[in-house]
């Protein structure tokens, strides 16, 4: 005997056909509306985006502006078909700041916390705008956006992550660094800087490095320690003035310390001391790299 026949006889009901039809409509009916009940609760911006959260913890920790926000997500087309996911590669993070135009995706951001889940339905032009579409999408396609926000963090929080990562690649530079020299047959023959620079001597220079004032001219071929090249500089010199720091913080080093007139000498820098935990362009975060730098002249600020 089926359990819902054992419910029908306690109510005293007929076991019949059309009793049993009747109670198995009555509780798919039911169970319809306990669904359209218990479904996402879909909000609309009003200005082309609407939303609904899968997941959402009152007790969460909320995010507020210039808070940063750690998220996974992937966008698909209204055809389901992945247009990007971040599950294959790490989450990104990106900072809560005001709405820079109705219908921006922070207009939904603002209303998140940590652990929650959310669908966002949107444009691909509001959501990939002023930029580039991706490969077969036109700025009407319908994309539906799903977000998991793994990580609600402050500034503090954030700029204290920063740090703790910085000084975890300190070693681990160091460490590949000298790997790379080990596998050259240079380590003995290069110098380590107190900074942390490594630096080899093709070709020594005359005279004293350069003073904070100071002009320098110079060629650099820049290169990841694998040997791969990302930027030459061997045509023309380029030149900066010492301590106006903008440029890399291992050239103001080396260049203050290290490198003379003539001289011809390789440079490992320690992440830190180049393009540090932004990267930039093809550059990765946390990247030692390496620059052969053949200074043409030093041209002292007191001449």
Known sequence: MTQLHKVVQVFGAQADRWSVDRVWSWLVASALLWLVGCGPKWEDTGHGMKYAFYAQSSKAKKAVLNDWLRIDYTVRKHNGDTVVTTYKTAP????????????????????????????VVVSAGLFYPNQELPKNLQADDTLHVFLKIRKVLSPQEKQAGIQKEIMAHVKIDDDSIRANLKTRGLLEAAK?????????VHTEGKGQPANVGDSVAFYYHGSYLNGNAFDIQDKAPIGFVLGKKRVLPGWEIAFDDILTEGSQIS???????????KGRDLIPPFAPLKFQIGVKAIVRAKQ
């Open 92 to 119: 990104i993070e990106q900072q809560l700041l005001n709405p820079p135009f109705p219908g921006a995706l922070e207009t939904v951001l603002v209303k998140v916390g940590e652990g929650d889940s959310l669908e």
């Open 267 to 277: 440079i490992y820098l320690p992440s830190h001391l180049a393009f540090g935990y």
């Open 192 to 200: 380590k800087h107190s900074s942390g620079i490594y630096y080899y």
